[in-house]
């Protein structure tokens, strides 16, 4: 069976730190905690990476992973165009339980499914998601459980779901409040929610009133 590394204690932190990396660098894939639910996560700009992880959940093209960064200067190096409405927005949620989409650089090398040229991104509040991104850089991550199956909130049960396709798994703990992110798609004229998650509509809206 796959090891659990224990993040909250920090000989172990580091560790997992060291093997999670050499696993995103070799294409394989890691479970990360957030701060909604726990995630497997592949290198963004590895196709076969991105491919692994969707067979691992059970699902196709047609269901691309959103993209976990470290920070708001990697949305811009990512996103063709980031609207006043998505900087409110990201200011005032971000790190947290926030998805936007919106149009991806043409030139970006990558390959995460059948995105139609847009991409979702989330700056996760979580310490040890945010190291991983800080040494990996952008991570295409979903949650860490077979489709149709419910959401892990520990590494343990995203082990019992996902088992030996994901080789390095890091626990930091329950996840105190396990809801998904909320999901806006922010690539039109006007911002739509798309998911009901984390973060209200009228908290969004009192950000950006206009949002759908």
């Not at 990396?21 to 894939?29: D, H, P, T, V, Y």
Request: charge should be negative; proline fraction near 11%; glycine fraction near 8%.
């Amino acid at each position: 069976m796959t090891v659990i590394h224990d993040c909250s204690v920090e000989s172990e932190l580091l560790a997992g730190m060291r093997l999670a990396r050499r696993a995103i660098g070799s294409g394989e894939l890691v479970v990360i905690p957030t701060d909604t639910v726990y995630g497997v996560a592949a290198d963004a700009f590895a196709p076969k990476a991105v491919s692994r992880l969707l067979d691992a959940k059970g699902r196709d093209r047609t269901s691309p992973p959103p993209v976990l960064i470290p920070g708001i200067p990697t949305l811009d190096a990512l996103a063709s165009e980031v609207p006043p409405a998505v900087r409110q927005l990201v200011g005032e949620f971000w790190p947290g339980g926030l998805t936007v989409i919106l149009h991806a650089q043409p030139s970006l090398q990558w390959d995460l499914g059948d995105t139609y040229g847009t991409v979702a991104v989330r700056m996760p509040l979580h310490p040890v998601a945010l190291e991983v991104l800080a040494h990996t850089g952008p991570l295409a991550v979903s949650s860490a459980n077979r489709t149709g199956l419910p959401p892990a909130v520990t590494a343990e049960e995203a082990r019992e779901q996902l088992g030996y396709a994901v080789g390095t798994y890091l626990e930091a703990g329950p996840c105190s409040d396990p809801i998904p992110s909320s999901i806006v798609d922010c690539t039109g004229p006007v911002p739509r929610i798309l998911r009901d998650g984390a973060i209200p509509l009228e908290k969004l809206r009192e950000v950006v009133p206009t949002i759908e």
